[in-house]
């Protein structure tokens, strides 16, 4: 059973446009919902993460919004550029979990010159 | 600053044969997760450890075992190996009570054939 979802499940968005990927979570509570950026052959990377007492986070050109009573959060990449085409995943950690982190199945961002 | 390094970095296994894998935390990091990824997946919390012992496990068979060090770092062994095992698998660290920002290493290539 898939607790967090996450669409699309690939983009493709031109150089200095803005890159808008979702996730969506079912009837758990979570309380910590990090973004993760993974380029090939690498491990995932943390870009952002958010707390569900906050309804939006921004550090550089990357954004978070937090829709805790929809249940939904979503990254919002902007002036994307090419160097930002990767696989990214969003990831929810259960309450009490101490460490156990749900990730969606990630979505493969191209960013075209 | 090293961050979490893991070896080997590719592997080849025929089914029915065991696997050690092996993973060194982040400078300063005292608790190792293990993440499972099948190809275009995200990945998938197999157990953590903490202070020596496993504290969280996720839904994986007891063919997959682990073990930490003294010195923090950590073993994962799977027994049995079938060929669904084939994946990339994930060593993750963080602090002693944090539980948060998670350093993911690049990952074992395991191919089961």
């Known amino acids: 059973q898939q607790q967090v979802k996450q669409s699309p499940q690939s983009l493709i968005v031109q150089k200095g446009g803005i890159s808008i990927i979702n996730c969506a979570y079912e009837?758990?509570?979570?309380?910590?919902f990090p973004w993760y950026q993974q380029f090939p052959g690498k491990g995932p990377a943390l870009l952002i993460a958010i707390r569900p007492d906050v309804s939006e986070k921004k550090e550089g050109r990357f954004t978070i919004s937090f829709n805790k009573s929809a249940k939904q959060f979503s990254l919002h990449i902007m002036d994307s550029q090419p160097g930002d085409s990767a696989t990214y995943f969003c990831a929810a950690r259960r309450v009490g979990s101490q460490g156990n982190l749900i990730f969606g199945k990630g979505t493969k961002l191209s960013v075209k010159p | 600053d090293a961050g979490v390094t893991q070896s080997p970095t590719h592997l080849i296994k025929t089914r029915g044969q065991q696997v050690t894998l092996r993973c060194s935390p982040k400078s300063g990091h005292d608790t190792v997760s293990w993440y499972q990824q099948a190809l275009g997946q995200g990945p998938q919390f197999i157990f953590q450890?903490?202070?020596?012992?496993?504290?969280q496990r996720g839904n994986f068979p007891d063919r997959f075992s682990g073990h930490q060090f003294p010195n923090y770092s950590s073993e994962l062994n799977v027994n049995a190996l079938l060929l669904g095992d084939s994946a990339l698998y994930l060593c993750a660290s963080t602090p002693t009570g944090a539980n948060y920002g998670y350093t993911f290493g690049s990952g074992t290539r395991l191919t089961v054939v």
């Open positions: 450890y903490y202070e020596e012992e496993e504290r």
């Open positions: 009837n758990t509570a979570f309380d910590y």
